[in-house]
Structures are given as structure tokens and as C-alpha cells.
């Protein structure tokens, strides 16, 4: 399985949705689930911590 999304990344993908709004990335709402992703690995990093 691949790496787990990170915050870095998430953002990154949000910002060229943002800057090609009709990119298959913005469309497709893959900016959403990599938003959401990075928020859950977040959470659970924070779990692991605690």
C-alpha cells in the first residue's frame, strides 16, 4: 500500500485544484479526499501520541 496522506501533500493537491478549476484533480474531488485523509492520519497520529 502507498504512504499515508500528510498535510504537505493534501495542501498541495488543494492548490492546484484551486488554481485549474476544471483539472481532473479539482472535478474528480480528489482535492476533498486528500483533504479528509490528511485530516483523519492527523487525528490518528495524535491518538498515537496521547
Given at each position: 500500500m502507498g504512504k499515508n496522506m500528510d498535510r504537505e501533500s493534501a495542501?498541495?493537491?488543494?492548490?492546484a485544484?484551486?488554481?485549474d478549476?476544471?483539472?481532473?484533480?479539482?472535478?474528480?474531488?480528489?482535492?476533498d479526499r486528500a483533504d479528509a485523509a490528511a485530516t483523519r492520519n492527523e487525528n490518528e497520529e495524535d491518538e498515537e501520541d496521547s
Open positions: 495542501d498541495r493537491i488543494i492548490a485544484a484551486e488554481r478549476p476544471d483539472s481532473p484533480t479539482a472535478t474528480s474531488g480528489f482535492a
